[in-house]
Every structure is written in C-alpha cells, then in structure tokens.
C-alpha cells in the first residue's frame, strides 16, 4: 500500500507502506524498507568535487534546483548517509532522475 504521506520530492515518496494491528485494535502503519538504488541507474551529468564550505542541500540547490533533494545525491552515488558524501576531496555524481536518460544513452 502506499498513501502518499510524503511530497513527490521525498526520497520516500514511492517507497509503500505496511500496517500491523495490535492486540487492542490499534493499527499501526510505517514504512517498508527503503534500499539504495544501484548507481548504475542514474545518468551521470556532471561531477563535482567537495571543497570546504559545500554543503549537499547547497549543491542540490544550485545543480537541481531545490536544496531538498539532497537525497539524489546519496542515491546517485550509493550511499545511504548523505552526510558521507561531504568528505572533502571527494568526487560526486550529480545525475539525472532515475529512468531518464542522458546523452550517453540516446
């Protein structure tokens, strides 16, 4: 099942949900688990990397556009802690959505 609690921006958005019912009735709905996407699924558009001072949401706010996406960038490049990402000296991939392809593939 999945009932849409987070915006189509989330890394959550597509990700179902499930129910338990307690003994006393209650019912409980939460999140199935969430994997990280294989990288290779992603069209690389550019990469950058990490100086002193970048910031993920900062990078996604001026690569994408929205500093929320940040978690494309984990997705991108197979991390499930964003935070990972800001080692310095590190090369990043920025990409296209998932599914969309880039020139490479055309």
Do not use: C, K
Request: glycine share 6%; aromatic share 8%.
């Amino acid at each position: 099942m999945n009932d849409n609690r987070f915006p189509p921006t989330s890394r959550y958005a597509a990700t179902d949900t499930a129910e338990v019912v307690q003994p006393d009735g209650r019912r409980i709905v939460y999140l199935r688990r969430r994997f990280v996407p294989d990288p290779s699924r992603y069209a690389t558009m550019l990469e950058h990397r990490i100086v002193e001072g970048d910031r993920l949401d900062r990078l996604t706010a001026a690569y994408l556009g929205d500093a929320e996406l940040f978690w494309r960038l984990a997705d991108a490049n197979g991390v499930m802690r964003p935070r990972e990402l800001e080692e310095l000296g590190r090369w990043i991939r920025l990409t296209l959505p998932e599914g969309m392809l880039g020139p490479a593939d055309a």
